[in-house]
């Protein structure tokens, strides 16, 4: 799922909206996997967030702000909706069909109301029948569809993603695929690792320039380059 969006009337999803971050903060929105389906007291701000969270009768958390004398609100479902409405768009355009069944994949340490409020958007965005799987599990049965596990093999597999790390214990019995147990950790992903090289080099930078870009809007244009930084990194390869 695109990790950004914007909020306001238009839809955009995904790469456009990081790239363009900095120059629409008050209408662009990501993390929203961490924030669905919970309630205000239960979130911790993020001093990256491009957002303010206000109350909505107490119990939903969504995203608030002005343009000019408009004043907007969206829920984190609404938000939500919007990212599957792009990907079923793509989808259907690619099927040259209206595709009705669905399977999303979840992080393992969603619960119920991460869930329901997951259904909930994918069915704001026209998809008739949903079925949710654990990313964990859905990357297990992947991975033993690229690679041949020999019988009565145990296998440990690592799912780490933008918001979320997962892992999953299973075991190969008669060329069949059994999950013995799953866990995952929201705050153990891209995202985080994003975090520690922006603070790195935010320390850098107030140490050679007395500059705090944390508490500027440079922290955008600072959180595209450690993002660059990262993928730089993830592809390199060192000699052995």
Known sequence: MPTYATIGASRLCGQIVFDRI??????????IKRLLGKNVDEIVMDPLWSFNIVNYYNQIAIFGGSVGKTTWYSTTVGICTKVLLDIKSKIDEYQGCLLEDVVFTIPSCYDERQKDATVDAAELAEWKHVELLSEPIAAAFAYSYEKEIPNNSMILLFDCGGGTTDICIGKVLNEKLEILCENGDFFIGGNDFDKFLIDYFNEILKEKYNFDALN????????????????FLSAYETDK
Do not use: G, V, W
């Not at 500027?216 to 993928?231: A, P």
């Open 22 to 31: 900095e120059y629409n903060i008050e209408q662009t929105a990501f993390n």
């Open 216 to 231: 500027s809007t440079k922290k955008y244009r600072l959180m595209r380059k450690c993002r660059e930084i990262k993928h």
